[in-house]
């Protein structure tokens, strides 16, 4: 899976990307989400808000490209859309 890290325009996040997609109704199942729809997933995850849009496209409010990257790797395993890398 394709996944690139980006700060995102408003600088108060980062936005990550994958190429693959999301179906956020059933993540919203799977995740403790604060907002749910399918066009739009709201969640705060270990203190980080979290976007998450149904492209696979996060943004990730953190200030660490790394610890963004990380946010978004363990949220796509829960998904079992990525596997847990040893």
Known sequence: MAITVRLCSGRTGFEVRTDTQ???????????TRVATKHLLLLNYGG??????????M???????????????RLLEELGLLRAEK
């Open 22 to 32: 999301i179906d956020l109704i059933r993540a919203s199942g799977i995740l403790s």
């Open 48 to 57: 980080v808000d979290v976007s998450m849009y149904p492209s696979g496209r």
């Open 59 to 73: 943004i990730v409010k953190t200030e660490d490209k790394e610890e963004s990257l990380d946010i978004a790797r």
